[in-house]
């Protein structure tokens, strides 16, 4: 249930921010906005549940931005009519994208990754770790 919170947030996320810079500003209709929010949802999500865990918040977030500009312009430029700057579009919304993603990354590993390391962000598996202690009896005891 968890996962299926953390993805209706980031299509949340990705439509608001979507809605309020292209609905707005650039008169994109509401249709094209939905579409696009889903697809650069379930891309990003699968790209973040693999890679957040492994590279890092700010690495993570640099690449959501590139997928974002990218998804934004192709998708755009087939979906988008009229006179729409395709380009500047993508680059605006994908660097406010960009800034919601961290805190999004945040809220997934606190609240969804299990096997993360807070501090440094990466998963920990204790499964093959070694362990290392004194012995318990005493020498004197077998002589």
Do not use: C
């Amino acid at each position: 249930m968890k996962y299926v919170s953390a993805f209706l947030l980031k299509f949340i996320l990705l439509f608001a921010t979507l809605w309020i810079i292209l609905g707005l500003f650039f008169n994109v209709s509401l249709s094209d906005i939905i579409t696009t929010s889903i697809i650069l949802a379930v891309i990003a999500f699968a790209g973040d549940m693999f890679i957040l865990p492994k590279i890092g918040n700010v690495a993570a977030a640099v690449s959501d931005f590139a997928l974002a500009y990218i998804g934004i312009w192709i998708i755009g430029t087939f979906l988008f009519e009229g006179t729409a700057p395709v380009m500047t579009a993508a680059f605006i919304s994908a660097f406010f994208i960009s800034i919601t993603e961290l805190l999004y990354h945040r809220y997934l590993r606190n609240f969804v990754f299990d096997n993360v390391d807070k501090s440094n962000n990466y998963r920990t598996s204790t499964s093959f770790q070694t362990e290392v202690s004194k012995e318990f009896h005493n020498k004197k005891e077998k002589e």
